[in-house]
Every structure is written in C-alpha cells, then in structure tokens.
C-alpha cells in the first residue's frame, strides 16, 4: 500500500512538474514555491534513483557475462 501511495505521489509530482515547465504558473505565492520545490525534488531524486537502478542493473549483468 505505502509503495502504491509512493508512486502515485511521484506520478503527480511528475504532472505537477511538466505543467510549471511546460505553462510557467505565473502566480507563485511563497507557500505555491515552496510546494514545488518540494515536489521538484521529489520527483529529481526518484528520477535520480530509476536511472541509478537501470544503470546498476546493465552493470550486473555485464558481470555476470
């Protein structure tokens, strides 16, 4: 349950993410910037960790070869 929930928060950080990149939300309040920083690295550190495990996983597998 809590990886599904997990998931589902980087899904919508994700969303969140393309939308401020893609539309440029152009009435920030503080609180507003706070919480995309917050959801900004969210989403980089997950994405950060993906690559990370994609890139382990070849390395493993040229190993074992």
């Not at 990886?3 to 401020?20: A, D, N, Q, R």
């Not at 609180?31 to 960790?49: P, Q, Y």
């Amino acid at each position: 349950m809590k990886i599904i929930l997990f998931k589902l928060f980087i899904v919508v950080t994700f969303i969140y993410c393309c939308g401020y990149i893609i539309f440029d939300f152009p009435s920030d309040t503080f609180v507003m910037r706070a919480v995309k920083g917050v959801m900004s690295m969210v989403f980089s550190c997950s994405l950060l960790f993906f690559l990370i495990k994609i890139l382990d996983k070849k390395q493993k597998k040229e190993l074992k070869e």
